[in-house]
């Protein structure tokens, strides 16, 4: 099979998601081929999209959190309503149809994002011949104008739960595919904490701290870190994955230079490891990173979310205790003490998480794209 895949540069979790679901067609002895659907019309384009946005969530947080629940009171009154995301979309088809000419065919399309997903509707509803068509949400909640994607064939959702929230708004219910988030084959087969730890070099029995950035300003994580090797025994260590935050990286580094117990780590590709190997992350509610902890069966401990899809995902999580949160490091600082404490809460937590952890999500999406060629 040759399946198409559409990300979007806004953050990383669409890009996160897309390269889950090549991963696994690849995997599975096929053709995958990922393109960033804004990159159609120009890469300079979609990298100023992605850069805007990542200006306005880290320093305009609460001007993006009106934006979105502006959108989700007009999606919701008036679902007939085309959103300027959509005519957008519908635009760029345009390329994308010389896309699918040029490159083609294809088995299925997957879309990780809105507008690629609106494309491909709008495609679809004029007579446009296309294959099996996936709509893939990265967060837990129902989007604004997720309704205009209805022409696609299946919208894969992060969870059963959800089900109810998408049918309220006049999506078919046997188009709805509970399968989760895709990540990484590796979240599916995890070592031992004891094994991960030998094989990070951390030490054995202490207890560690994961602190992930995300979209978390280096600001916030600084003082985070700070908090922790202030406040906790001398006994614990903290491990900071600063990702491509060069910058953060060498400032954490040059403030903790003598510090045997606070690990600073750049870009890595073991993240399965560290979540596996350590007792507690601190993290921003994406959708994607809360896929792969709740996996990972690590106890998490929310920072403040960003406004919007973030905040639905901690609400969800928090309101069944797959998570705990706080918008200050001292409320952050709280839920570690409570949850380090208590053996019995940290179990309860990886109980409640287990009940949302899809860690297949890629292989349901590959074997519904697969039924549906061989048909």
């Given at each position: ?81 085309r ?46 011949s ?16 997720w ?21 309220l ?31 990070l ?5 202490a ?124 409320g ?24 949302y ?19």
């Amino acid at each position: 099979m040759k399946i198409l895949i559409l990300s979007f540069k806004a953050g990383e979790g669409h890009n996160a998601a897309a390269k889950a679901i090549l991963e696994r067609i690849e995997h599975e002895g096929h053709q995958g081929i990922v393109v960033d659907f804004l990159g159609l019309v120009s890469d300079k384009l979609s990298n100023a999209i992605n850069v805007s946005y990542g200006g306005m969530v880290k320093h305009a947080p609460g001007m993006f959190g009106s934006f979105y629940k502006l959108s989700a009171r007009v999606s919701h009154r008036f679902p007939r309503f085309r959103s300027p995301l959509y005519l957008d979309s519908a635009i760029i088809s345009a390329q994308l149809r010389m896309l699918l000419e040029r490159t083609g065919p294809y088995d299925g399309i997957v879309a990780t994002h809105l507008m690629p997903a609106q494309a491909l509707a709008h495609l679809k509803k004029h007579g446009y011949s296309l294959p099996v068509t996936v709509a893939v949400a990265t967060d837990y909640t129902y989007y604004p104008f997720w309704q205009e994607v209805a022409a696609c064939d299946y919208y894969v959702i992060p969870d059963k739960e959800l089900i109810p929230a998408y049918v309220l708004r006049g999506m078919k219910r046997e188009k709805l595919c509970p399968y989760g988030i895709p990540i990484g084959l590796r979240y599916a087969s995890l070592p031992t904490k004891r094994e991960a730890r030998e094989r990070l070099g951390l030490p054995k029995d202490a207890p560690i701290h994961l602190v992930m950035g995300g979209s978390m300003g280096a600001g916030s994580m600084q003082k985070l870190v700070e908090a922790l090797y202030r406040a906790r025994p001398r006994t614990e260590h903290t491990v900071i994955i600063c990702g491509n935050n060069r910058a953060l990286r060498e400032a954490l580094v040059a403030r903790f230079a003598k510090a045997s117990r606070v690990h600073v780590v750049g870009f890595t590709r073991e993240v399965p490891l560290y979540m596996t190997a350590c007792d507690l992350l601190y993290t921003k509610p994406g959708g994607l990173s809360t896929s792969e902890a709740i996996a990972c069966g690590i106890p998490m401990i929310y920072t403040a979310p960003i406004p919007g899809c973030e905040s639905d995902n901690y609400e969800f999580f928090t309101d069944r205790f797959c998570a705990m949160g706080a918008g200050s490091i001292e409320g952050q600082l709280h839920c570690a003490s409570r949850l380090l404490a208590s053996e019995g809460l940290r179990r309860r937590m990886r109980t409640a998480q287990k009940k949302y952890a899809h860690p297949d999500a890629s292989l349901e999406i590959f074997k519904l794209i697969e039924k549906h060629a061989k048909k």
